[in-house]
């Protein structure tokens, strides 16, 4: 009996590991850089996303020195990022990079000018951007992309193509060997809970796509959950 306790005991500590084997707290002197589109800039705003986090993770570990720096950019895709990578956030010694990135490279599929990005290119681009992160000591938080519209999945024009780019950013996050952050996983299982009138926006975000303040808190929150941090309040 004894043994056979002991067996358990060891399975359910050996899970817990690999539960939390990717998340890493952040320690003294911590960069953390948020790279991304729109979106992440204007998460830079008194309630956006980038300043929520900063202010729950200043707010409890005053003692740590942390850093963080917005990188966003309005229009931006995975192309773009790779463009500026060198000088945005290389140069800037991160030490945490989330990459947050997606939403440009289906939507503008639906615009003439500018076009999206082909899925290998996708694919291709944000490896490239983890490597070379990676190679500047750095770790990166891969985010997957949120919504084009707030109503049920299917109902929005791009969700097929979206989900796709979704399941490339997990891949890339599989393939690096990096932490994932599932943006759009809880993005779809809080509109299904919360949206009843199948509102194509206003939920969590102003226009279908960029965050309202709903949407930056759920943003800010995931980001601190993949820091093995409690949401904010």
């Excluded at 005991?9 to 002197?29: E, Q, R, Y």
């Amino acid at each position: 009996m004894k043994q056979h306790w002991v067996l358990v005991l060891s399975a359910v500590f050996f899970a817990s590991l690999l539960n939390g084997a990717d998340i890493t707290p952040v320690k003294k002197d911590d960069r953390i850089i948020f790279l991304g589109d729109s979106i992440t800039q204007g998460g830079g705003g008194p309630k956006g996303y980038v300043t929520l986090v900063k202010n729950a993770l200043v707010a409890k570990h005053a003692d740590l020195n942390l850093d963080f720096v917005n990188a966003g950019i309005s229009g931006h895709k995975v192309p773009n990022l790779q463009a500026r990578l060198d000088k945005d956030v290389i140069a800037k010694k991160p030490t945490i990079v989330f990459i947050y990135i997606g939403i440009n490279d289906v939507w503008h599929f639906s615009h003439k000018v500018p076009a999206g990005t082909p899925k290998d290119k996708y694919e291709e681009g944000m490896k490239d951007l983890v490597a070379r992160i990676n190679a500047a000591g750095a770790r990166v938080i891969v985010c997957t992309p949120t919504v084009i519209g707030e109503k049920k999945v299917g109902e929005n024009p791009q969700d097929v193509l979206l989900d796709e780019y979704a399941d490339l950013s997990r891949k890339v996050a599989t393939d690096t060997k990096s932490q994932l952050c599932d943006l759009r996983k809880a993005f779809l299982d809080f509109l299904k809970a919360n949206n009843p009138e199948n509102k194509e926006k206003g939920v969590l975000t102003g226009d279908r796509v960029h965050l309202n303040d709903a949407g930056n808190k759920m943003v800010a929150d995931e980001m601190l959950k993949a820091l093995g941090e409690s949401a904010t309040q």
